[in-house]
């Protein structure tokens, strides 16, 4: 059992990686804020939760486990706040690029 949930660690945990890469790609890549804004938020918070997903079969307990959720959660609604804010940033001085 502790060799399949090793497994599934490694696989969610590189697939999290893959995500964040293709997130920085995108905020090298892309030619305005908002589009930049909107890969690197999206492909962070998928990227986060697959790590997460990996590790919590990895934590020595249920409340461990529950602490990673949770920061989980905290990082998602951080990073759906300040994505906000900079878009407006954005939209209000006029810079698309």
Known sequence: MSV???LVTIVMVS???VFFLAGTVGLLRFP???TRLHALTKA?????GLVVIGLVPQ????????KLLCVWL????AS????????QAARREGDSS
């Open 4 to 6: 399949l949930l090793d």
């Open 15 to 17: 697939a999290g990686m």
């Open 32 to 34: 305005d804020t908002l």
């Open 44 to 48: 962070d918070n998928i990227g986060l």
């Open 59 to 66: 934590a020595g307990s249920l409340r461990d486990g529950l």
């Open 74 to 77: 905290l990082v998602l609604l």
């Open 80 to 87: 759906a706040t300040v994505s906000q804010l900079v878009a």
